[in-house]
């Protein structure tokens, strides 16, 4: 199967690493606007075709599929090209910046018949697959509160992820995007009723800061900065449930963290920093450390399975486990964060 990558930046090389290990994937196609950057993974992954536009990458009838590795302002704009085209489409997430443009795509896709399955990573780990089952088994009964964070001290990738014209925003659409969709997808996907949420712009990207590291973009800049350091919100759904989340690319904390806890009825989870079961039996609580390899998130293992369940999906063999639709209820939730803190008000859907 020929592939074509759309953006070669950072995020591309996960793209690219599990394609080259997927035996029935030929990478064909490396688009970018930066030519030198397009033919250095060209050379890299012994792609033979080289573009900078990619209508001229859509137009090669060679290609049956795309993984679209842009900013997140063209993510609409090329899926909705690419599935007109007639190509197979993994988008990175977010789906798009805004509702409007995500029912844009969802449009497309129903119209064109083809597939789309939008980065949702963390849905294919295997921490979340084993959580799944304890879900769809019963195990935990209704799952009616999640709670989520992802706080990072001194992690502004500057660049493109600091402009809000290009990103859409700060560490909620770009890391919240992770915690809030695994909660909601573990939770049963079930509606949004309404969004009450806070951003905070009060530390700005913090360059002045010495003697400690962070990922910067190729094209950080420490003078442009537009997006939030911070937002948390209350996100409650038609059947009662709800989930809290807080996010930050900067924040006056001890350490960076990451916790996705999911309560229920009968039981509940830590899925990150490490996956436990906490249930009872028997009138005692017990709390279970399952016996697996990586107990939380395996970054390089979740997108081999994710590009591998997208391959199959794409042959026919299976379906894919985020589809378009659920971008669009993940944008619903987003843009309803950010215009709950906007107008200082809960937003109802």
Same mark, same amino acid.
Request: hydrophobic share 35%.
């Given at each position: 199967?020929?592939?074509?990558?759309? @953006?070669?930046?950072?995020?591309?090389?996960?793209?690219?690493?599990?394609?080259?290990?997927?035996?029935?994937?030929?990478?064909?196609?490396?688009?970018?606007?930066?030519?030198?950057?397009?033919?250095?993974?060209?050379?890299?992954? /012994?792609? #033979?075709?080289?573009?900078? %536009?990619?209508?001229?990458?859509?137009?090669?009838? %060679?290609?049956?599929?795309?993984?679209?590795?842009?900013?997140?302002? #063209?993510?609409?704009?090329?899926?909705?090209?690419?599935?007109?085209?007639?190509?197979?489409?993994?988008?990175?997430?977010?789906?798009?910046?805004?509702?409007?443009?995500?029912?844009?795509?969802?449009?497309?896709?129903?119209?064109?018949? =083809?597939?789309?399955?939008?980065?949702?990573?963390?849905?294919?780990?295997?921490?979340?697959?084993?959580? =799944?089952?304890?879900? *769809?088994? @019963?195990?935990?009964?209704?799952?009616?509160?999640?709670?989520?964070?992802?706080?990072?001290?001194?992690?502004?990738? @500057?660049?493109?992820?600091?402009?809000?014209?290009? !990103?859409?925003?700060?560490?909620?659409?770009?890391?919240?995007?992770?915690?809030?969709?695994?909660?909601?997808?573990?939770?049963?996907?079930?509606?949004?009723?309404?969004? !009450?949420?806070?951003?905070?712009?009060?530390?700005?990207?913090?360059?002045?800061?010495?003697?400690?590291?962070?990922?910067?973009?190729? %094209?950080? %800049?420490?003078?442009?900065?537009?997006?939030?350091?911070?937002?948390?919100?209350?996100?409650?759904?038609?059947?009662?449930?709800?989930?809290?989340? *807080?996010?930050?690319?900067?924040?006056?904390?001890?350490?960076?963290?990451? #916790?996705?806890?999911?309560?229920?009825?009968?039981?509940?989870?830590?899925?990150?920093?490490?996956?436990?079961?906490?249930?009872?039996?028997?009138?005692?609580?017990?709390?279970?450390?399952?016996?697996?390899?990586?107990?939380?998130?395996?970054?390089?293992?979740?997108?081999?399975?994710?590009?591998?369940?997208?391959?199959?999906?794409?042959?026919?063999? #299976?379906?894919?486990?985020?589809?378009?639709? *659920?971008?669009?209820?993940?944008?619903?939730?987003?843009?309803?964060?950010?215009?709950?803190?906007?107008?200082?008000?809960?937003? /109802?859907?």
């Amino acid at each position: 199967m020929k592939i074509g990558i759309i @953006g070669a930046g950072s995020i591309s090389e996960s793209h690219l690493e599990s394609y080259h290990h997927h035996p029935e994937v030929e990478i064909f196609a490396i688009c970018d606007l930066n030519k030198k950057r397009a033919n250095e993974k060209a050379n890299k992954y /012994q792609a #033979t075709h080289v573009y900078t %536009d990619y209508l001229q990458l859509l137009a090669n009838k %060679d290609i049956e599929a795309v993984s679209i590795c842009t900013w997140n302002n #063209t993510h609409a704009e090329i899926a909705i090209a690419s599935l007109q085209s007639g190509k197979h489409v993994l988008v990175e997430k977010p789906l798009c910046k805004t509702v409007e443009e995500a029912l844009k795509v969802e449009e497309a896709v129903k119209s064109s018949g =083809k597939i789309l399955q939008v980065g949702f990573v963390r849905r294919y780990a295997t921490n979340t697959k084993i959580v =799944k089952k304890f879900v *769809d088994g @019963g195990d935990l009964g209704e799952i009616y509160y999640a709670k989520a964070s992802c706080l990072r001290r001194l992690g502004n990738p @500057g660049g493109w992820f600091a402009d809000k014209e290009r !990103s859409g925003g700060g560490p909620l659409i770009d890391l919240g995007v992770h915690v809030i969709d695994i909660c909601w997808y573990l939770m049963g996907k079930p509606k949004v009723k309404s969004v !009450s949420g806070n951003t905070y712009s009060k530390l700005g990207n913090r360059s002045n800061v010495e003697n400690l590291s962070f990922y910067q973009a190729a %094209d950080y %800049d420490p003078s442009k900065n537009t997006v939030e350091d911070l937002a948390n919100a209350i996100i409650r759904f038609e059947n009662g449930a709800s989930l809290m989340v *807080d996010v930050s690319f900067t924040l006056h904390a001890k350490e960076d963290m990451i #916790t996705v806890n999911l309560y229920g009825e009968n039981g509940g989870i830590e899925l990150e920093p490490e996956l436990h079961v906490i249930t009872e039996r028997y009138n005692t609580i017990l709390n279970a450390a399952p016996q697996i390899d990586n107990k939380s998130f395996d970054f390089v293992q979740a997108f081999q399975n994710e590009i591998d369940h997208f391959i199959a999906s794409v042959k026919g063999e #299976t379906q894919t486990f985020s589809p378009v639709e *659920d971008g669009v209820e993940i944008m619903k939730i987003l843009c309803g964060i950010y215009e709950s803190s906007e107008k200082g008000i809960e937003v /109802q859907f």
